[in-house]
């Protein structure tokens, strides 16, 4: 379970500027140590090389590499603004934290700082002839590592911002929220099943904050549990909306002024993400459809698609096994995560917006065909949500024989 300080530098760490200021500072230090290790060069090497050819180099640097990164900015904007029309403003977040987009930018403007430094501390007579050699052979690891990331970026920008792209990154995130919740349902505390669980003697722990919930570190309620001689039962989970006077948490015991402590551990900001929530990501993924479903943009084929990702997610879904819990903080109780709230999240608003196109109503009937061959809490909801999307087309479709196939969908469903 990661702490909340460890969650927090991991946020920080996928900030753009974050990534371009750490390759700025190797860019300057690079030079600097250039000028330190002089001494070491062979005056023979220093012979063989020309003292202006560093510089010639570096002068081609600084006014290459300042047009080539606002020329990445402006490609990486109009991405931004694509993603957000077209796909959904909860997506680009994603395409923010884009690992190659961000190694790009920090490589140019790093490359950009580096010629800057380099060229001032040439015309500063602070390198001997020896120095100047250290600088060129390390101009030429930047412009090697320069052509290695303009490469890269070129392949990239060609997906950048687009639909298919996008979803994608949106698929693979909440793939790994989902797989991540398989693996630890409860992060390590106890199995809370539901509310009913809760002792009656407990006491509420209210919200004092108007946001979502982005992190819960169970370690460190965990910590003040144990030195409280308590049991605290944390009844919300990533991506959960707080307001002031919610119950988030329970706790069981004679500890007294406990809220204040107990709510530093939760992370709430005015967003949710994609880490720990796998609910926002079929969310994000269900946005998408449903804009590609709207009059303006009329794509049903990215519906379609969206429904088969979305799919593709829902199916590694496993129910946890209570009695197998891994428990390694004994003094705090986690509320799980139930299948229901996945199918709607994701189901219902593709099947409310495209309850006119057959061709979507028999992706979504197909879908919940499959998923119900998987048992166990797949039937029961798989069943629900096809009775509700044929229950829709029928109000909105008025050619019958698209609802009578429809319908012949669903009876496939009911009779297994």
Not at 13 to 39: C, E, G, H, M, P
Not at 106 to 115: E, I, K, N, Q, W
Not at 231 to 250: I, K, L, S
Not at 341 to 353: G, K, N, S, T, Y
């Amino acid at each position: 379970m990661v702490s909340k300080w460890g969650w927090q530098l991991l946020q920080l760490s996928r900030k753009l500027w974050v990534r371009t200021v750490a390759f700025a500072v190797l860019a300057l230090l690079s030079a600097l140590v250039a000028f330190a290790i002089q001494d070491q060069i062979p005056s023979d090497l220093a012979d063989m090389i020309g003292a202006g050819a560093a510089e010639k180099i570096l002068t081609i640097l600084a006014t290459s590499m300042l047009t080539v990164t606002t020329f990445s900015l402006s490609v990486m904007i109009a991405a931004f603004s694509a993603s957000t029309n077209s796909v959904s403003p909860r997506a680009t977040r994603l395409l923010m934290e884009d690992a190659t987009t961000q190694n790009a930018l920090a490589t140019f403007v790093g490359s950009f700082l580096f010629s800057i430094v380099s060229i001032i501390l040439l015309n500063t007579q602070l390198y001997s002839q020896r120095g100047a050699v250290v600088l060129f052979l390390t101009t030429v690891l930047v412009v090697a590592l320069i052509v290695f990331t303009m490469l890269v970026w070129i392949s990239h920008l060609s997906g950048l911002g687009r639909v298919g792209e996008t979803a994608n990154k949106v698929e693979n995130k909440t793939y790994a929220a989902l797989m991540s919740y398989v693996a630890k349902p409860w992060h390590g505390a106890k199995p809370l099943a539901d509310l009913s669980g809760l002792p009656p003697t407990a006491q509420p722990v209210m919200a004092t904050t108007i946001g979502y919930i982005q992190h819960v570190d169970i370690k460190a309620i965990n910590k003040w549990a144990q030195q409280h001689d308590c049991q605290v039962y944390v009844v919300v989970r990533a991506g959960v909306f707080t307001e002031p006077n919610r119950p988030v948490m329970w706790v069981q015991g004679k500890a007294k002024n406990s809220a204040d402590c107990l709510l530093t551990a939760l992370t709430i900001k005015d967003y949710r993400t994609f880490d720990q929530d796998p609910r926002f990501g079929l969310i994000v993924l269900s946005e998408i459809a449903s804009k590609a479903l709207s009059p303006a943009i009329n794509d049903p084929g990215t519906a379609i698609e969206i429904i088969g990702r979305g799919m593709r997610v829902l199916s590694n879904w496993r129910k946890p096994d209570i009695t197998a819990a891994d428990i390694e903080y004994p003094c705090v109780w986690q509320i799980g995560l139930d299948c229901g709230d996945l199918f709607d999240d994701f189901f219902a608003p593709i099947a409310r917006d495209g309850a006119t196109i057959m061709e979507v109503q028999i992706r979504l009937q197909k879908s919940f065909i499959m998923l119900a061959k998987l048992g166990g809490d797949f039937h029961s909801h798989a069943l629900h949500h096809s009775t509700a999307a044929l229950a829709r087309a029928e109000l909105a479709m008025k050619y019958p024989e698209d609802v009578k196939q429809l319908k012949h969908l669903h009876q496939q469903l009911s009779d297994n």
